[in-house]
Structures are given as C-alpha cells and as structure tokens.
C-alpha cells in the first residue's frame, strides 16, 4: 500500500513537471538586449503580445552619447516614454521591427516605460 502511495506520488509530479514545461509565455520568447558591435550602439528588443511585456524592467548600462535602439513587436498601440534628459516619446503601432533611436545627454538612472500598459521596460544606468 505504501509503495502504490508512493508511486501514484511519483506519477503526479512527473505529469505536473511535463504540464509546466509544455506551457510557453509569449513574450518570453523575446529577444534579450543586445549590443551590436558595429556602430556601438545598445539595442534593446521589446516585445508586446497577449497583454505580456518583455523585458520586463531589465537593467542594463550605457554611457552619455551612445545611440540606444529599440526595436518593437506589438500587437497594440502604446506609447513608450524615455524619461531622460533629452526625454523622449515613441507611438508604437500593432506591428513587427519598429525602430526607435535616441541618445541620452545627462549621466544618471533613464527609465523606459510602456505608457498605456504602465510597465517599465527597461532602467538604463547612464554613465558620463
């Protein structure tokens, strides 16, 4: 009788770890942020699907001047603010590989927010 409670233990668990591996987030399959070595510039990949935002409030370092890129698939409209010293406003459509460019002026701590889906994409630490 023990044996039976334990298998049948053995059993749940093992379809209960084959139901979590099967279920698949959709904006965990967004590309990290990357650095592209050519022109020095970060370019952060954000995707918008299903209501999910990824990243999902991502740290990343930059320093004053270097060109930040974010590239976009969403199938909403938002608005993605850059709160910097230039700040910055990007309108983003339902749609794949949209491109926003910008730098930052001023060293310090930039949030880049989602602003109809209030979600904070990434903090930039920006150094001079």
Same mark, same amino acid.
């Given at each position: 009788? %023990?044996?039976?409670?334990?298998? $049948?233990?053995?059993? *749940?668990?093992?379809?209960?770890?084959?139901?979590?591996?099967?279920? !698949?987030? #959709? %904006? /965990?399959?967004? #590309?990290? %942020?990357?650095?592209? $070595?050519? !022109?020095?510039?970060?370019?952060?990949?954000?995707?918008?699907?299903?209501? !999910? =935002?990824?990243?999902?409030?991502?740290?990343?370092?930059?320093? &004053?001047? @270097? #060109?930040?890129?974010?590239?976009?698939? !969403?199938?909403?409209?938002?608005? *993605?603010? =850059?709160?910097?010293?230039?700040?910055?406003?990007?309108?983003? /459509?339902?749609?794949?590989?949209?491109?926003?460019?910008?730098? &930052?002026?001023? #060293?310090? @701590?930039?949030?880049?927010?989602?602003?109809?889906?209030?979600?904070? =994409?990434?903090?930039?630490?920006?150094?001079?």
């Amino acid at each position: 009788m %023990a044996f039976a409670r334990h298998w $049948g233990a053995l059993v *749940l668990a093992g379809g209960l770890l084959v139901a979590g591996c099967a279920f !698949s987030d #959709p %904006a /965990a399959d967004a #590309p990290p %942020a990357t650095v592209t $070595g050519e !022109s020095d510039s970060l370019v952060v990949a954000v995707r918008i699907a299903a209501g !999910s =935002v990824s990243p999902a409030d991502v740290r990343l370092e930059t320093r &004053v001047g @270097r #060109p930040i890129e974010l590239v976009v698939d !969403s199938d909403t409209d938002d608005e *993605l603010h =850059v709160h910097a010293t230039p700040e910055h406003t990007f309108a983003i /459509a339902p749609g794949a590989g949209q491109r926003f460019r910008f730098t &930052v002026e001023v #060293p310090g @701590r930039v949030e880049i927010e989602l602003h109809h889906a209030r979600r904070t =994409v990434a903090t930039l630490l920006v150094r001079g």
